[in-house]
């Protein structure tokens, strides 16, 4: 396949999102602008500017309607993806590293980074939507619920939201997975999932299991309501990112050691991978080369038809698959089919 | 530079071809171009059609429709060619490439490596050959002699030398008639290069080739006046499979700070 390669952003890239329909990619960077891609031919539509700081995310409501950014610039803003205007900023007393909305589309989730002498919180922000259009008509100034770091956990990284905006799943630096209830904000479970901080949470197309990517080199499938760790997936590198996707088995990954780290890695160019594994038997089944630096951020289309992937050195690719992804399947998984098949006919 | 759109014509299979002048730095230029339109028809939902209406903004605005080619390129083929041994076929086809261009012979009909010339399948031809001269060294030598000047005139390089060993129509020298007549240990040798200076006959020894069994010789190619190493070993292994092993598992492996290479000590061992 021929990839889409956008050099829009000067610096790193943090996070690339689909919106839910498939047809746009929302890339954020170090480099304080956002931008909006159509997936299809890579055709930018438009940059939100606005911040002064690196945006550390992005996300988009269901409605394609209003995206939200936070930002090292300590602020949260959203924006009408239509015309690219800011419609509202919340500020917060430190850099903001991940932003969701709810499944729902009425909240908007908010980690807030554990430094300057802040313990680190994840803010849930509400909004007030036109029961007929959709549209934002109100947003509440102050957070209706703040998570303040749990004890014994160091501040978190990433978080997001389980089926309906049930609970809130997070995942911190020294490696440990949380869950708390997001209508009271009660501290309910946690695991110990990885050894090192947890880059990346994403979730399952209908949020009842997540998989997590660690600097340990591994990326763990977890259930939202045991926590129990169902899948592990090995690589060789220290992982940024992981997805899974819809529509085919299987899991992607994304990650490198940095040059910079490392003493004795060959000069490898062009070959920063993101890495195919099959969801259910935990093997490697394939490597897509053409980064130039380690991935930092994966998203698969709601659609399954195609995956971003956004690196250290600034280019974002989108791929779409071609036939023989589509087609690959394990030999059980054939038998399987082959047998509903002979079922259904009988 | 200025542009004349001269003809558009239908051909008769659906393209146009359309012929234009263009005159450029005092030069004139007769531009052709053969051209299909496709009309590709996809289905979306409401909202996703409506949005390909919006205005651009931001960085974008007032271009023009369809993607920019300041942001927007389309890279390189890359291959996701899923499977359970992916790894192995990854490596499979390095190997393959590998051999390849380092040969710098390679045959148009079967792509292996010696000269085209009337392949198919030179080696087979000249494995034959080896068999039958394989007694008589110094008539092999003559035979060589005659058959390179007979039939190789199109696979020699114009003015290139080529020794009696590498032109066409010699014995294959990785054929078994080959093996049996030179020495056994040339072919359980691997060459390092890329070694530390440090690195001595007992370092590599203890340090790197342990597991692999009782090692006949290690010799480290040294500086003749200085005495220090070259940054090149010879390894001869207990067998060509160890030796096989030891390439697999060491090539591009880090030791003492530096990436290793290691290869087999006599070019391409197995065809």
New interface residues.
């Given amino acids: 396949?021929?990839?889409?390669?956008?050099?829009?952003h000067e610096r790193p890239l943090t996070q690339v999102k689909y919106n839910r329909?498939g047809?746009?990619v929302f890339t954020c960077s170090k480099d304080n602008?956002a931008?909006v891609?159509?997936s299809i031919?890579?055709?930018?539509?438009?940059?939100?500017?606005g911040h002064t700081g690196a945006i550390w995310s992005i996300d988009v409501d269901q409605y394609?309607d209003c995206c939200v950014t936070g930002s090292a610039d300590y602020s949260v803003k959203v924006w009408n993806v239509?015309?690219?205007?800011v419609v509202h900023t919340w500020n917060a007393p430190v850099p903001v590293k991940r932003v969701e909305f709810s499944p729902c589309g009425n909240y908007i989730l908010a980690v807030l980074d554990d430094v300057m002498r802040y313990p680190g919180s994840i803010n849930i922000y509400e909004v007030k939507r036109d029961a007929n259009t959709h549209e934002i008509v109100e947003f509440v100034e102050e957070p209706i619920l703040i998570i303040d770091t749990q004890e014994g956990h160091k501040g978190a990284t990433v978080a997001g939201w389980s089926t309906e905006g049930r609970y809130i799943i997070a995942g911190h630096k020294d490696g440990k997975v949380s869950k708390y209830n997001a209508k009271t904000g009660e501290f309910l479970k946690s695991v110990e999932a990885h050894k090192q901080t947890i880059g990346d949470i994403q979730f399952s197309p209908d949020r009842s299991y997540f998989i997590t990517a660690s600097r340990d080199s591994t990326a763990h499938i977890l259930d939202v309501e045991t926590f129990e760790q169902l899948k592990t997936y090995e690589a060789d590198c220290p992982l940024n990112t992981a997805s899974i996707t819809p529509l085919k088995q299987f899991v992607v990954l994304g990650g490198g050691q940095d040059a910079k780290d490392v003493?004795?890695t060959?000069a490898r160019e062009g070959k920063f991978e993101a890495r195919?594994y099959h969801k259910v038997f935990e093997?490697?089944?394939?490597?897509?080369?053409?980064h130039f630096g380690p991935l930092n951020t994966i998203a698969v289309d709601p659609q399954g038809t195609s995956y971003t992937s956004g690196g250290e050195d600034g280019f974002v690719?989108i791929?779409h698959?071609?036939k023989?992804?589509f087609d690959?399947k394990?030999d059980v998984e054939k038998a399987a089919e082959a047998k509903q098949h002979m079922q259904e006919i009988a | 530079m200025s542009t004349n759109t001269g003809e558009v014509t239908k051909n008769s299979d659906g393209t146009k071809t359309v012929i234009s002048y263009r005159t450029e730095n005092g030069q004139k230029f007769k531009v052709t171009q053969k051209i299909r339109e496709v009309k590709v028809t996809e289905q979306v939902p409401k909202v996703v059609a409506d949005r390909k209406k919006w205005a651009k903004y931001g960085e974008e605005k007032n271009s023009p429709p369809g993607p920019n080619q300041a942001t927007t390129q389309l890279g390189e083929e890359v291959y996701l060619r899923l499977s359970r041994n992916w790894k192995l076929l990854e490596e499979e086809e390095l190997e393959k490439s590998k051999t390849k261009s380092e040969g710098g012979i390679t045959c148009r009909t079967c792509g292996n490596a010696h000269y085209t010339m009337s392949c198919p399948f030179k080696s087979i031809m000249s494995d034959l050959a080896a068999l039958e001269a394989g007694n008589a060294v110094p008539e092999a030598g003559e035979e060589e002699a005659g058959a390179a000047a007979a039939s190789t005139d199109g696979g020699i390089i114009a003015g290139k030398y080529v020794p009696p060993s590498r032109r066409a129509g010699t014995k294959d020298p990785s054929s078994n008639a080959y093996r049996d007549s030179r020495e056994h240990d040339d072919m359980c040798t691997i060459k390092i290069t890329q070694l530390n200076e440090n690195a001595d006959e007992n370092v590599l020894r203890e340090e790197l080739l342990f597991p692999f069994g009782n090692i006949p010789r290690v010799v480290v190619v040294r500086n003749r006046e200085t005495g220090r190493s070259r940054g090149l070993a010879f390894v001869t292994l207990s067998s060509e499979e160890v030796a096989e092993q030891a390439i697999r598992l060491l090539n591009g492996r880090g030791f003492m700070n530096l990436i290793l290479n290691v290869e087999w000590s006599k070019p391409r061992v197995v065809e």
């Fill in positions: 396949m021929r990839p889409i390669m956008l050099v829009g329909e047809d746009l602008v931008s891609w159509f031919n890579g055709e930018r539509l438009g940059t939100l500017e394609t239509s015309n690219g205007k003493t004795t060959s195919f093997e490697e089944i394939g490597r897509v080369k053409g690719r791929h698959f071609e023989s992804y690959f394990y």
